[in-house]
Antibody, heavy 115, light 110 residues
Framework: QVQLQESGPGLVKPAETLSLTCTVS????????WSWIRQPPGKGLEWIGY???????DFNPSLKSRVTISVDTSKNQVSMSLSSVTAADTAIYYC?????????WGQGTKVTVSS | QSVLTQPPSASGTPGQRVTFSCSGG????????VNWYQQFPGTAPKLLIW???QRPSGVPDRFSGSKSGTSASLAISGLQSEDEADYYC???????????FGGGTKLTVL
């Protein structure tokens, strides 16, 4: 069965770029969208954006100017970067397989923005 | 402020039937499918209801979804203590050209 695993630094300094990778195992990236979602401490879910396996992307308008999502089919990985981070970007970041809804989720990775 | 409105909390006793509402608009629920997610503390969300009414494999038939106009509902029948969790609705919003989530409803089983 498909499994997703997020990885990346747990601590990022303000104004720097947050970079995360989602490694997909047990399945292919093909024919799916791959979403990134975040959840600030004690708060609800926020969709960041997604990428189709072919490379097409869409982003949350509130984050669009700061977000990049890319795919590496040879490594079965999806990557997300968020620039110019502030404390408001502190959250658990999830990647998820997206087929009219997020049916497979990674366990999430906690990112704290602090100097 | 979420595009989708959910009551922040709900409660019920074991065996009861509880429902959760999700209110949206013409650019989201009014024209697109609604999904529901269940999240236990410290864990990733899990897809509970897909495409308005469908249950992914492994989801008990105690859980059901419906949609009417610009609102959607999730119902749990035969409430169990292990159903205590947060529940989120989500839909594609054509105005924002992206997925939006409700603020979530925290279910307490008394």
């Amino acid at each position: 069965q498909v499994q997703l695993q997020e990885s990346g630094p747990g601590l990022v300094k303000p104004a720097e770029t947050l970079s995360l990778t989602c490694t997909v195992s047990g399945g292919s990236l093909n024919s799916y969208y791959w979403s990134w979602i975040r959840q600030p401490p004690g708060k609800g879910l926020e969709w960041i954006g997604y990428i189709y396996y072919s490379g097409n992307t869409d982003f949350n308008p509130s984050l669009k100017s700061r977000v990049t999502i890319s795919v590496d089919t040879s490594k079965n990985q999806v990557s997300m970067s968020l620039s110019s981070v502030t404390a408001a970007d502190t959250a658990i970041y999830y990647c998820a397989r997206d087929l009219d809804g997020m049916d497979v989720w990674g366990q999430g990775t906690k990112v704290t923005v602090s100097s | 402020q979420s595009v989708l409105t959910q009551p922040p909390s709900a409660s019920g006793t074991p065996g009861q039937r509880v429902t959760f509402s999700c209110s949206g608009g013409s650019s989201n629920i009014g024209r697109n499918i609604v999904n529901w997610y269940q999240q236990f503390p410290g864990t990733a969300p899990k897809l509970l209801i897909w495409r308005n009414t469908q249950r992914p494999s492994g989801v008990p038939d105690r859980f059901s979804g419906s949609k009417s106009g610009t609102s959607a509902s999730l119902a749990i029948s035969g409430l169990q203590s292990e159903d205590e969790a947060d529940y989120y609705c989500s839909v594609w919003d054509d105005s924002q050209n992206g997925w939006v989530f409700g603020g979530g409803t925290k279910l307490t089983v008394l």
